[in-house]
Structures are given as C-alpha cells and as structure tokens.
C-alpha cells in the first residue's frame, strides 16, 4: 500500500537558518505529493503540491522538488522565519483531484527562536 | 478561501456515553467529506469518506458500527462515536475537498478524551 515516511521530530532552529525537512514515499503508479501545514489552533493548509516527477512546488518562500527516481519530496526554505513555527505533513494521493484519499506522514512541529 | 468548522474542538466524557462531533463547511458546499483520525506523534489516519444523501465509506478495520456517520446537507456531516471506551481518545480532524488547487479543507480537529 501507499506510505510516507517524514523525518523524526522536532525540529528548533534560529530565525534566518536553513531548513530541510525529509520527506520519503511508496506508492504504485505516479501520485500527487504534498506539503501541509498546520498553524496552532487551525486545521490544515496545503502549502505547496507537485503532481508529476520533477515538478517543483513552491509557496511562502518553500520549495519542494517531486524526485522520483529517490522517491522523495524534501521541504526546503532558505531562511526561517518564526511565523513559520507549526507542524508540517507531507503526503500523497494516488490520484489527482480533491475527492481523492490523502495518505500522511506523522508530522513534524518546527519551533523557529527569534 | 473555503473554510472548514468542527465543534466541539474539545470534549470529555465518559466510558459507555456517545459524542457526536459536527463538521461543517462555511462557505463551500461539499458532496463529500472525509474523517481521520490521529494518534500521538501518529499519522492522519483516514476513517471514512461521507457522501451527502448515501451511506458512508469506511476504511478497512474501521468499524461503521461503533463510528457512526451521517452526511445530512451539503454543508454538514457528523461523526457519532458511540459507547465510547478509553482507546477512542483520539484526534479526530475532518476534511472537505474544495476548488483550490484541487485539494482538500480541513476543520481544526476535535479532541475527545473517554474516561
């Protein structure tokens, strides 16, 4: 079946670092990746998506490249800012299209120190 | 954008009782909604996809007797956890798939805690 793997947690930077989230996934056939973010006290927010290899999806300053042939979807930013401080969830669907099922990683919570 | 709303965001209650929890979408109409639910340092993990006007679709080893859901307008379904036990306290985050890139909106999430 469909998984995805994201890298142990927690993750506390200084505001201005770089920031690498991992991001791993198995699947049959080609799915769609994606990056979520979740604010405290809010629901999810899809921050950035790629539907095809080699797509890169970017918003907010965060990029994140659809490798295929590593099977990897890793978050990156350039430079932290401490309104970035939430948990983030990679993952998949098999399909495009909002109707269709959404597999997770666990999550990771960034703590971003001014 | 679209927006997602769940109540209660927090609920006690004890072993045996039922809660039922509400997710309505605010501003969008949704056809179908789904509910996950999550552990712990655990993933999201997909319970059911509800269809306005049918029955629900469970995922396997979810039990359709013990989460019972009900998708009545095109802008509410509710999850009803009945009998409750100790092992149901859990997360529970629903979900509607909205126009924006294609993607889904998803409630702040419902804490249920079963002494």
């Known amino acids: 079946g469909n998984s995805v793997t994201q890298m142990e947690g927690p993750v506390t930077l200084s505001e201005e670092a770089f920031l690498t989230i991992n991001c791993t996934y198995t699947?049959?056939?080609?799915?769609?990746l994606f990056w979520y973010v979740q604010y405290p006290g809010e629901g999810l927010q899809l921050l950035l998506k790629a539907t095809k290899a080699d797509d890169k999806g970017s918003n907010k300053g965060f990029e994140a490249t659809y490798r295929k042939e590593t099977t990897s979807f890793h978050l990156e930013k350039g430079s932290v800012q401490v309104s970035d401080s939430a948990v983030y969830f990679c993952a998949l669907s098999a399909v495009t299209g909002a109707n269709s099922k959404l597999t997770f990683g666990k999550g990771i919570t960034l703590s971003v120190r001014p | 954008g679209a927006v997602v709303s769940q109540h209660p965001s927090w609920v006690i209650c004890k072993s045996g009782t039922s809660v039922k929890i509400e997710c309505r979408s605010l501003?969008?109409?949704?056809?179908?909604m789904f509910w996950y639910r999550q552990f712990p340092k655990q993933s999201l993990m997909l319970m059911a996809t509800?269809?306005?006007?049918?029955?629900?679709?469970?995922e396997q080893g979810v039990e359709k007797d013990k989460f019972l859901i009900n998708h009545a307008s095109l802008t509410l379904s509710t999850l009803t956890v009945t009998s409750a036990h100790p092992e149901d306290s859990s997360f529970y985050i629903c979900?509607?798939?909205?126009?924006?890139?294609?993607?889904?909106?998803f409630g702040p999430g419902t804490r249920l805690l079963v002494l």
């Open positions: 509800s269809n306005e006007g049918s029955k629900a679709t469970y």
């Open positions: 501003d969008f109409q949704a056809t179908t």
């Open positions: 699947a049959t056939g080609y799915p769609s």
């Open positions: 979900s509607a798939p909205g126009t924006y890139q294609e993607t889904q909106y």
